[in-house]
């Protein structure tokens, strides 16, 4: 089936962080390599760079979905919200509200408090959050279509830390799409969660850190093509004994 | 009078949110604005005036993941 974005549907499964890269010429030539439909960014003082680097993500023509990256509060997230719709003219909000400095893990009691508030005032949301199974379901009651939980911490590489809570969330949740937003390194850990049947990845690290981003945004292309056409092919079940692939029947006498 | 500009003291002459930032070059920039930690949107800027001491917070697309 096909999950939509709040009405959007994209024409890649990929997002991509707008963050790290070595140059702006970097940046966009990972977008072009990637063929990302989505490009995420975030609101800061205004330095000086704001007004080029707003000029540069528009020329990248995805969508754009602002975040809340480093908002701790409630509150914070919430007030940076209601900037980042004026600044994107954009209702989406990928909504970050961080319960630890370590592990960057989302705090899910200010996750879902916020994302109460956000959609009652017409927010369509992103959810940054865990893999836990209640918390999805309180964000899908609390108004939200489309959640984003993460495989790994931010910025690790790590992959997919508990598969088998990624796959939960794909079994109950099947009307909601569902974005692996965190953790990911390498393009075996996208087409990974793609066979999964998960709905899009988003990446930034493991692209804008590689040592040649825009190869590594290709072959991230490459791995969520390949997972998203083996998830609409319906893989084979796994079994523990071994079954020949080729006929018993005819084989010659030879012993 | 003196004010907090993203975190840096300023002294400014404008006495709304939208005079200062014209002060500051950012009349039409692309930035979203709070005043003391609560949003002001853009149409509400020549309305909100200002108190000395003042933190004033002026927003532009930067980096994200």
């Given at each position: 089936m096909t999950r939509d974005f709040y009405g959007v549907t994209l024409e890649t499964p990929l997002m991509l962080g707008t963050s790290q890269y070595p140059s702006p010429a970097v940046l966009a030539d990972a977008f072009r390599s990637s063929g990302a439909s989505v490009a995420t960014v975030s609101l800061r003082r205004e330095m000086g760079a704001g007004q080029d680097f707003w000029s540069l993500v528009q020329e990248l023509g995805t969508h754009i979905l602002p975040n809340t990256a480093g908002c701790h509060t409630v509150k914070e997230a919430v007030t940076t919200a209601h900037m980042a719709r004026e600044v994107f003219e954009t209702r989406w909000i990928k909504l970050e509200v961080i319960g630890h400095t370590d592990t960057l893990q989302p705090d899910p009691f200010g996750l879902l408090e916020a994302a109460r508030i956000l959609v009652a005032e017409g927010f369509e949301v992103f959810p940054y959050t865990t893999?836990?199974?209640?918390?999805?379901?309180?964000?899908?009651?609390?108004?939200?279509?489309?959640?984003?939980?993460?495989?790994?911490?931010?910025?690790?590489?790590?992959?997919?830390?508990?598969?088998?809570?990624?796959?939960?969330?794909?079994a109950h949740l099947p009307d909601v799409a569902l974005v692996v937003d965190a953790g990911l390194g390498v393009p075996s850990h996208a087409a990974s969660v793609m066979e999964m049947g998960?709905?899009?990845?988003?990446?930034?690290?493991?692209?804008?850190?590689?040592?040649?981003?825009?190869?590594?945004?290709?072959?991230?292309?490459?791995?969520?093509?390949?997972?998203?056409?083996a998830y609409l092919a319906d893989p084979m079940e796994p079994r523990d004994m071994a079954a020949p692939s080729t006929p018993v029947i005819g084989k010659a006498w030879l012993t | 009078m003196n004010i907090q500009f993203n975190g840096e003291t300023r002294t400014v002459h404008g006495r709304t949110l939208a005079a200062v930032l014209e002060e500051l070059g950012l009349a039409n920039a692309k930035v979203a604005t709070a005043v003391n930690s609560e949003f002001v949107p853009a149409a509400a800027r020549e309305s909100r005036e200002l108190q000395p001491g003042d933190r004033i917070e002026a927003l532009a697309p930067m980096m994200g993941g």
């Amino acid at each position: 089936m096909t999950r939509d974005f709040y009405g959007v549907t994209l024409e890649t499964p990929l997002m991509l962080g707008t963050s790290q890269y070595p140059s702006p010429a970097v940046l966009a030539d990972a977008f072009r390599s990637s063929g990302a439909s989505v490009a995420t960014v975030s609101l800061r003082r205004e330095m000086g760079a704001g007004q080029d680097f707003w000029s540069l993500v528009q020329e990248l023509g995805t969508h754009i979905l602002p975040n809340t990256a480093g908002c701790h509060t409630v509150k914070e997230a919430v007030t940076t919200a209601h900037m980042a719709r004026e600044v994107f003219e954009t209702r989406w909000i990928k909504l970050e509200v961080i319960g630890h400095t370590d592990t960057l893990q989302p705090d899910p009691f200010g996750l879902l408090e916020a994302a109460r508030i956000l959609v009652a005032e017409g927010f369509e949301v992103f959810p940054y959050t865990t893999d836990d199974l209640v918390l999805a379901e309180r964000l899908v009651d609390a108004g939200c279509r489309v959640l984003m939980p993460w495989a790994a911490p931010i910025g690790s590489g790590l992959g997919i830390n508990n598969r088998y809570a990624l796959r939960t969330l794909r079994a109950h949740l099947p009307d909601v799409a569902l974005v692996v937003d965190a953790g990911l390194g390498v393009p075996s850990h996208a087409a990974s969660v793609m066979e999964m049947g998960y709905d899009a990845v988003l990446l930034n690290t493991a692209v804008a850190k590689a040592g040649d981003p825009a190869a590594m945004a290709r072959a991230f292309s490459l791995a969520v093509e390949a997972g998203r056409t083996a998830y609409l092919a319906d893989p084979m079940e796994p079994r523990d004994m071994a079954a020949p692939s080729t006929p018993v029947i005819g084989k010659a006498w030879l012993t | 009078m003196n004010i907090q500009f993203n975190g840096e003291t300023r002294t400014v002459h404008g006495r709304t949110l939208a005079a200062v930032l014209e002060e500051l070059g950012l009349a039409n920039a692309k930035v979203a604005t709070a005043v003391n930690s609560e949003f002001v949107p853009a149409a509400a800027r020549e309305s909100r005036e200002l108190q000395p001491g003042d933190r004033i917070e002026a927003l532009a697309p930067m980096m994200g993941g």
